[in-house]
């Protein structure tokens, strides 16, 4: 079973405008992961925001996590097409090695 | 940023034959990890290493599947003999610590 689920499934939004992806997940966490994949290319790390953070930022990006709910965010600013992406949440347990389960992501669209 | 590398970007062979997927991971790493997704579905942990052991393999991870890092070179992927079902894009990732993980750019597999 999934230990993530990002929602909603697709976003569309035109450049400049912002754009915001939801993560709800099942476990108990060191600290979670965002990741960008774009198409032909492998996920890329975007953001790590430990579980005694409630937001980190990262030049137009923006995560927050709320453990009590275990659920997270990641908003993306003044976005551009090369935005385009699927972004998947990761949660991140106490164990070195962690394997990351992927959820079937956020398909956000930033059109012209 | 530090770049992993998967030869070849593309395989195409018989069902039946024996393939070896080489990956590239950044240098000092010392966590690897052989991920597969199908067209149109998540990504999917296959196995992790470290140390020159699996640490962790998932169902996925059939008896026809093998990895090693043999003297520090490639980080490799042997399936033997493969199937159709081994059609997928694998992904190779290396991690510093076993927390951020750091992707290679794929294989497309296809199995005749």
């Known amino acids: 079973s999934q230990l993530a689920e990002e929602n909603p499934w697709a976003l569309s939004v035109h450049e400049g405008e912002s754009v915001t992806v939801n993560c709800s997940y099942k476990?108990?966490?060191?600290?979670l992961q965002w990741y960008r994949q774009k198409s032909g290319e492998g996920p890329a790390q975007l953001i790590l925001?430990?579980?005694?953070?409630r937001e980190k930022r990262n030049g137009r990006l923006r995560a927050t996590l709320d453990t009590s709910s275990q659920s997270s965010s990641l908003s993306i600013t003044a976005t551009r097409c090369e935005d385009t992406a699927v972004y998947f949440c990761?949660?991140?347990?106490?164990?070195?090695?962690?394997?990351?389960?992927f959820g079937i992501g956020t398909r956000v669209l930033v059109r012209p | 940023g530090p770049k992993v590398l998967q030869i070849p970007s593309h395989q195409i062979i018989d069902m039946g034959q024996m393939v070896t997927l080489n990956c590239d991971p950044v240098?000092?790493?010392?966590?690897f990890y052989w991920y597969k997704q199908i067209l149109g579905q998540q990504m999917e942990f296959l196995v992790n290493?470290?140390?020159?052991?699996?640490?962790?393999k998932s169902k996925l991870f059939k008896d026809q599947f093998s990895v090693e890092r043999p003297d520090g070179s490639y980080f490799t992927l042997k399936i033997q003999p493969t199937a159709l079902e081994d059609s997928a894009v694998y992904f190779c990732?290396?991690?510093?610590?076993?927390?951020?993980?750091?992707f290679g750019p794929g294989t497309r597999l296809t199995v005749l």
């Open positions: 990732a290396s991690s510093p610590l076993g927390y951020e993980q750091y």
């Open positions: 476990t108990s966490i060191t600290a």
């Open positions: 925001i430990r579980s005694n953070e």
């Open positions: 990761a949660p991140l347990t106490n164990s070195a090695g962690n394997k990351l389960t």
């Open positions: 240098s000092n790493h010392l966590y």
């Open positions: 290493f470290y140390n020159g052991k699996v640490m962790e």
